[in-house]
């Protein structure tokens, strides 16, 4: 009850806008469904975030707006705090990662407040904002875990319930720490509890998810940063006890189905949402489909579109993936006359969209990377069935991210290095990283492969082969342990072992 009223009396629209709430009509129409989009991508600075920050900052006292507030991100939430903190005529300090592209803390400074880059990490960023806020006496804003931040996002759902006054189904939120969701299911169901809440995480920052099946908090060890607005590795404290008692589920998408969202919302309104604006599309749209759902209404909260323009490409390149328009493919070819020409005819009528073969004299097949867009998985199931009934082994890489990263750029690339290990790095984006990484391990031992390809993400996702004899890998491994970025090994996915290695396997 306190939310409810909390909600009402908040004093976001000094500083937001009563967003649009939409129907988004080819959707609509293809999940046999009304979709309807809230839409904080509009509001000013581009997401929903100014709502929770500006809702706490206003309720702030004159002394306390005197000395000034303090946060620490790299993301939406700081383009809130810099907002709300220049029309209260307040001094604001950002804290953010010193890794953090300067097109992000540029916007941020140009909104008056004062950038300082601190740490590798948002944890360490995190730590000396709360450390300085003691020694200043300024006010910390977080980005979730506050009953007025989470009440001025609950505003979204006083809107919704405003906005779509017949029968409503369920409203799609996107989760990171929150905030958002635990906002609108504190009043949506007290004034509409039939109106199921379902929050939306990517599969690889799945910390919500993860809480709620446990019934505690849950740490993860690693996010996956795609949708750098929702990559969180614990869910807030008071965030948590909200959904615990209020949200009816979470759905898990994959970054193909995110991409394929960004693309579809491009069809729609020509806007471009942040991949963690998009989750929630990708999610109602996975729920609509997983429960037969039709004629109903539902509303996914499209919550941003700060998005890095460098990510653009792999947004692209993974958007037909993701609605299963297109299928990454691997076969072999006997190294004999007439086999490519006998590839093409089992290829058929399917419409080949990317294809890398390159001659390989010591090899007895060749491997054949391509792409075909596809119309339906029986389609592509036929045409594997011919393939592999004409001896032309196939491999159906669409799922593996891995291959879609990294393994479809190598042509050629099959050999038996020795010792070799391979693992994904995830290296800082910042000058000198990889002089970091080389000192650690070069030239004590051969680096055998390697592979970046900038996507736009705050962590650049490496992958490197290393040879190391099986008597020194407690040395390597500490050496890696002590360079301090994230990495997991690659050594047992079949694909790498597949396209790179040994193809009898
Ligand atoms: C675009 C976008 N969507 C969703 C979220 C998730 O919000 P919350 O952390 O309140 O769950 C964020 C958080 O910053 C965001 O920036």
Redesign the pocket.
């Known amino acids: 009850m306190e939310y409810l009223t909390s909600v009402l009396s908040s004093k976001v629209y000094d500083v937001a806008i009563e967003s649009p709430l939409q129907l988004a009509t080819k959707l609509s129409e293809r999940l046999g469904v009304n979709l309807w989009i809230k839409r904080e991508d509009l509001q000013p600075v581009f ?3 100014l709502r ?1 920050a500006y809702n706490m900052m206003a309720k702030l006292s004159r002394e306390q707006l005197e000395r000034g507030v303090i946060c620490s991100s790299a ?3 700081a383009q809130g705090v810099a907002l709300s903190a220049q029309r209260l005529g307040c001094d604001a300090v950002i804290v953010m990662p010193v890794t953090t592209p300067e097109i992000k803390w540029r916007s941020v400074e140009r909104l008056g407040a004062t950038v300082v880059l601190k740490g590798d990490s948002y944890d360490e960023a995190q730590s000396y904002a709360k450390q300085r806020c003691e020694q200043e006496g300024r006010t910390f804003i977080p ?2 875990d506050h009953p007025d931040v989470i009440s001025g ?1 609950g505003t979204i759902g006083m809107e919704i319930v405003r906005q779509l006054q017949g029968p409503l189904h369920a409203i799609f939120v ?8 635990a906002g609108i299911a504190a009043y949506v169901k007290r004034v509409r509890p039939e109106v199921k809440i379902i929050g939306v995480e990517p599969s690889d920052a799945n910390a919500m998810a993860l809480s709620l099946c446990h019934g505690q908090r849950v740490m993860l060890e690693q996010v996956g940063g795609f949708a750098d ?2 990559a ?1 590795k614990v869910v807030g404290e008071e ?1 948590f006890r909200l959904c615990r008692e209020l949200v009816d589920g979470i759905v898990l998408v994959s970054r193909d189905a995110i991409c394929a969202s960004i693309k579809d919302m491009f069809e729609e309104k020509r806007s471009i949402l ?1 991949p ?2 998009a ?1 929630a599309l990708a999610g109602a749209e996975a729920y609509c489909k997983y429960y037969g759902l039709k004629g109903e209404n539902v509303v996914a909260i499209t ?2 579109a ?1 998005m890095n323009f460098d990510r653009l490409r792999l947004v692209t390149e993974l958007a037909d993936v993701g609605r299963k328009r297109e299928a990454v493919l691997a076969t072999f070819l006997p190294e004999e006359q007439g086999s490519f020409k006998k590839f093409a005819e089992l290829v058929g009528r399917m419409n080949i969209t990317e294809f890398k073969y390159r001659y390989d004299c010591n090899a007895k097949d060749a491997l054949v990377l391509y792409s075909v867009g596809i119309y339906t998985d029986d389609e592509l199931k036929a045409m594997v069935e011919r393939m592999e009934s004409s001896k032309l082994r196939t491999v159906d890489l669409t799922d593996n991210d891995l291959a879609k990263d990294h393994l479809r750029y190598f042509i050629g690339g099959r050999s038996e290095v020795t010792d070799e290990l391979v693992y994904r790095f995830i290296f800082p984006e910042r000058p000198g990283a990889l002089m970091k990484f080389l000192d650690a391990f070069s030239p004590r031992w051969n680096i055998s492969l390697f592979h970046y390809r900038a996507q736009g993400e705050t962590g650049a996702n490496v992958l490197v082969g290393i040879q190391v004899p099986p008597e020194e890998f407690d040395e390597f491994k500490s050496r890696a342990d002590n360079l301090g970025y994230e990495y997991m090994s690659e050594l047992n996915n079949e694909i790498y072992r597949l396209l790179l290695r040994d193809p009898k396997i």
């Open positions: 997401s929903f975030k929770g993301g939406n939430h980005p979730f996002q996107p989760v990171g720490g929150g905030g958002l969701i607005g929702v969180v965030t942040e963690a604006g989750l919550s941003g700060n």
